[in-house]
């Protein structure tokens, strides 16, 4: 069965599931902790002149999950290292704490014995997602003015991979 596409998760109204403790397993809520997509947070190369700084910022509150996050990272870094290698630094600014539950529906010819329909439909860990606040960045990347143009081409590649509304913050 395939994941559920992203609209499903995105509204922030929803309660953060993020309850997990190690050195306490009696204390946790979720028993176990679904793996994270993304693993890494920093790529390139910091330099101490960069004179540029942009930011992929979210224009409201919205639950991304972590392997949108990861698509548009990929997307975007392949952009960068190709139009300007060894010459930016992308950062990650969220990191996917909420855990993301899913009420499993069965259908097709003879599943209607497996379901339970709304019956205890708490729903098990599937994945896990990144909230974030409305004015809060996603992404940020440095790098020098002549690269302004590049910087913003692979930000549009990764707003374009995910659900919800940005804007590019130039400082």
């Known amino acids: ?32 902790m679904p793996h994270a997509d993304l693993h ?9 002149d960069f ?8 224009e409201h509150a919205v639950i991304i999950r972590d ?18 290698p060894g010459n930016y630094y992308f950062v990650v600014r969220v990191y ?7 009420n499993k529906m069965i259908a097709g010819a003879g ?19 990144a909230r974030l ?5 996603l992404f940020t990347v440095y790098s020098y003015k002549a690269n302004e143009a590049h910087l913003k081409k692979a930000l549009i590649r990764a707003k374009m991979k995910l659900s919800g509304k940005y804007r590019i913050r130039v400082k």
């Open 111 to 129: 599943a209607d014995r497996l379901q339970k329909g709304m019956r205890q439909a708490f729903g098990r860990p599937t994945d896990r997602a």
């Open 67 to 84: 392997n949108a996050i990861e698509s548009a990272r990929q997307s975007s870094n392949k952009a960068l290292e190709k139009d300007a």
């Open 133 to 137: 606040k409305a004015g809060s960045a």
């Open 1 to 32: 069965m395939g994941i559920r596409p992203g609209r499903a998760i995105r509204d922030a109204d929803k309660v953060a599931w993020t309850r997990y403790s190690k050195s306490k397993p009696r204390k946790s809520f979720i028993k176990a």
């Open 40 to 48: 890494q947070y920093r790529m390139g190369a910091m330099k101490d």
């Open 51 to 58: 004179d540029l700084e942009m930011s992929l910022v979210s």
């Open 96 to 102: 996917p704490h909420h855990v993301v539950r899913e």
